[in-house]
């Protein structure tokens, strides 16, 4: 079966070597409170703790690193909703690159003032990814940038992968992997590695119900367009891609299920995540948490691996969290 994906356990081997040394190795840590609560084992991967604040660094440092040099010197560019844009602007520099990022002005802005900070080119341009996405492909055919998507390249899924293979040395006998979907980088890589090692683990997606572009794609059969909303989980937002090519068949095929969480169990999931781990995540990376929290995993197996994704959010955001706000963007009454 895994032999007829875009990203194998080979490909991600590769990608693993490829990119050890210029990423961290983030800890697996138990969480006691949710193991208590689940009464099945439940570790935290504190991938928000990895350089730029997200497991997207693996990504883009293996895709950077795939390119020849020509490629390198002519620059990279790429649509994101922040954390990819601040991974590829970091990979980008570590390897006498830069990037140019575009992204919509839905984006926060602490973190278009990091991107900067690291040393990319920011372009923001209209109100949602797809507009930023054809800012993207102008600047590709008239400057000849070189194009590193988010999630739709196997040069990402590979990298992202590299987390799955930790997981699963860090814990050898684990049943259920948590993890984060918006396009399904991540989840297509991890699932892919920890299959490969562990053909019965489940891997489970979870994403917020507003704009859960994959989870609608996977009941359609085919990728199709969500309207985007502000959400708590910002960094879940963005569609698919209406001519996606990698990942959607991937989640297709590895994922068990994809489950939505509303923006109070989101921010329930950051709050535990403060008060009980000691941990900012934002709240794409509490929805592993939330999921557990909210009840909404069925049939429990232990070990369970959490992947906390990213912990880049707003400060002041995050304290009117904690404070115990549970929707700072209600959606407009109809
Ligand atoms: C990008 C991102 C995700 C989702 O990753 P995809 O590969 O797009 O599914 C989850 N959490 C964080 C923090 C992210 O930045």
């Known amino acids: 079966m895994s032999a007829s994906l875009p990203v194998t356990i080979d490909d991600i081997e590769v990608a693993a070597r490829r990119i050890s040394g210029r990423v961290l190795t983030t800890p697996l840590v138990v969480s006691a409170s949710l193991t208590e609560l689940c009464g099945v084992p439940v570790g935290l991967k504190l991938e928000h703790h990895q350089t730029t604040g997200s497991f997207k660094l693996r990504g883009a440092t293996n895709a950077v690193l795939s390119l020849s040099a020509g490629e390198r010197a002519l620059g990279v560019i790429a649509a994101s909703t922040g954390n990819h844009g601040r991974a ?10 830069v990037a140019t990022i575009c992204m919509s002005q839905l984006v926060p802005v602490n973190k278009v003032s990091e991107i900067r900070r690291l040393g990319a080119h920011v372009r923001i341009i209209g109100r949602s990814q797809n507009e930023a996405q054809d800012e993207v492909e102008r600047l590709v055919a008239s400057r000849g940038l070189v194009m590193v998507p988010p999630f739709d ?3 990402i899924v590979a990298g992202q992968g590299t987390l799955g293979v930790e997981i699963v040395a860090q814990m050898p006998d684990v049943a259920m992997v948590l993890v984060p979907v918006s396009g399904g980088g991540l989840a297509a890589g991890v699932a892919a590695a920890v299959k490969a090692r562990r053909p019965a683990t489940r891997v489970i997606g979870l994403t917020m ?7 609608a794609s996977l009941a359609a059969g085919q990728p199709v367009l969500v309207q985007e909303k502000p959400s708590l989980a910002d ?26 969480l509303t923006e109070a169990e989101i921010a329930a999931g950051m709050r535990h995540a403060y008060a009980e781990e000691r941990e900012v995540v934002e709240g794409a990376g509490a929805v592993g948490i939330a999921a557990l929290l909210a009840g909404k995993i069925k049939d429990i197996e232990g070990p369970i691996a959490v992947i906390l994704s990213g ?10 969290v904690m404070n115990g706000e549970m929707d700072p963007f209600p959606e407009e009454a109809p």
């Open 88 to 97: 590829l602007a970091h990979a980008a520099k570590a390897e006498g690159s």
């Open 235 to 260: 960094s879940l937002g963005g569609g698919i891609g209406l001519d996606n090519r990698v990942t959607f068949r991937m989640c297709r095929e590895l994922l068990d299920d994809i489950i939505l």
């Open 153 to 155: 390249h196997p040069a």
């Open 311 to 320: 912990r880049n959010i707003d400060m002041d955001l995050h304290l009117r």
């Open 209 to 215: 119900e507003r704009g859960a572009a994959m989870k």
